[in-house]
Structures are given as structure tokens and as C-alpha cells.
T-cell receptor, first 113, second 113 residues
Framework: DTAVSQTPKYLVTQMGNDKSIKCEQN?????MYWYKQDSKKFLKIMFS???????INETVPNRFSPKSPDKAHLNLHINSLELGDSAVYFC????????????FGPGTRLTVT | RKEVEQDPGPFNVPEGATVAFNCTYS??????FFWYRQDCRKEPKLLMS???SGNEDGRFTAQLNRASQYISLLIRDSKLSDSATYLC??????????????FGTGTLLAVQP
């Protein structure tokens, strides 16, 4: 049973396109996150939702829009993709937003050409 | 100054060696601390939490020095399977009940046969 799952695992697309990444957790956690890991392996938080409410919104271009239809799902939509968006995007979840252990999905490797 | 700093390595050590990783953090209000492990092209996974009194889990020992804002991880009797990137992670308060995890850039360990 996969605790945190993401689709797709790989995504190759051209500049200017719009794409979405989906994430689901079956751990019953209240809080979910999106992270970006760039080519230098630096893992940086983008967004966090607690019970469908946005609680962390880092300095991210507004081309990135998260959506949480329920507390088990957190999707990421990216408009007008740019070369610099190429990275691995990880979804994660935790019991709550107090900063305890986070469980990560397998990642989505996005390549923009 | 980065919020969490680690020596990026790589650390190349023979099997059976003892290796130590260090990490410093800048926010004195940080409340909890972790070491995560990330294998190549995989997601980060919690290795161990770091407690003020220091804690041990098998061959792994973590230490915290709040006064110096310094965290360490010691691995004894290194195995080939220990080869991975070790991420120092600090829980930073953001006001209210919301915290966020700040990840260091990681230290790459390569254990040689």
C-alpha cells in the first residue's frame, strides 16, 4: 500500500504548456505539502495545506496554483511552463502542521524543453 | 547565511569506517531537528529525530547542541547500503501552530567496498 502517491512520475513537456501533478495520501494526515528539488538537490517548500486550507505559500510564481479538493489530495497546476521549472516535485504529508515527520511521495520529474 | 548549512561532501569512506556529519542552523527559535536520508533518484525518508540529550539508533547517533546551534550524525561500522545523501532538517516556527521544515542541501556519503 503506497502511503503518498504522485502522478505522473515523469513529465516531459514544452515551454508555454500547462500541466498538472496529482498527489494522494492514505495516511489520514491533515497536512500536505509540495516541495521542489532543483538540479543542485536543494529541497525547498512551495506550499502547504492543512485540512484543505492553505497555510504556507512561499515565494512561488503565481503560475503555480495548488488545489486541495479534500485533505487526502493536493494537486499542483503549473501554467505557462518555463525552462527553469524543470525539477523534481515532491508531495509530502504529515499528521498536522506542527513540524513533525513528513512522508514523501516518489516525486515527479518534470523536464521542460 | 543559509538557514541550515551542511558540508556537501562527498564523503568517500571504506566499509567499516566511522563517519560524522555536521550541520548548523541559524534560527535559535527552531524547536525540533531531524536527519533524513535520500537515496539517488528517490524521495527523502526520515532516518531519525534528534533530541536534546542525544539519541542512538543502532549504528547511528545524533547529537544536538542548542547553544551552538549545531547538529551532528555519527555512523559507525559503515555499510555499502549506507551510501546516500543525508539531509539535516530543522523545524522552524512561523507563528501560530504552523511550522515548516527547512532542509539542508545534504551531505553525500559513498561507502566503498
Amino acid at each position: 500500500d503506497t502511503a503518498v502517491s504522485q502522478t505522473p512520475k515523469y513529465l516531459v513537456t514544452q515551454m508555454g504548456n500547462d500541466k498538472s501533478i496529482k498527489c494522494e495520501q492514505n495516511l489520514g494526515h491533515d497536512t500536505m505539502y509540495w516541495y521542489k528539488q532543483d538540479s543542485k538537490k536543494f529541497l525547498k517548500i512551495m506550499f502547504s495545506y492543512n485540512n484543505k486550507e492553505l497555510i504556507i505559500n512561499e515565494t512561488v510564481p503565481n503560475r503555480f496554483s495548488p488545489k486541495s479538493p479534500d485533505k487526502a489530495h493536493l494537486n499542483l497546476h503549473i501554467n505557462s511552463l518555463e525552462l527553469g521549472d524543470s525539477a523534481v516535485y515532491f508531495c509530502a504529508s504529515s499528521q498536522d502542521g506542527s513540524g513533525g515527520e513528513q512522508y514523501f511521495g516518489p516525486g515527479t520529474r518534470l523536464t521542460v524543453t | 547565511r543559509k538557514e541550515v548549512e551542511q558540508d556537501p561532501g562527498p564523503f568517500n569512506v571504506p566499509e567499516g569506517a566511522t563517519v560524522a556529519f555536521n550541520c548548523t542552523y541559524s534560527n535559535s527559535a527552531s524547536q525540533s531537528f531531524f536527519w533524513y536520508r535520500q537515496d539517488c533518484r528517490k524521495e527523502p525518508k526520515l532516518l531519525m529525530s534528534v533530541y536534546s540529550s542525544g539519541n542512538e539508533d543502532g549504528r547511528f547517533t545524533a547529537q544536538l547542541n542548542r547553544a551552538s546551534q549545531y547538529i551532528s550524525l555519527l555512523i559507525r561500522d559503515s555499510k555499502l547500503s549506507d551510501s546516500a545523501t543525508y539531509l539535516c532538517v530543522v523545524n522552524t516556527p512561523r507563528g501560530g501552530a504552523t511550522n515548516k521544515l527547512i532542509f539542508g542541501t545534504g551531505t553525500l556519503l559513498a561507502v566503498q567496498p
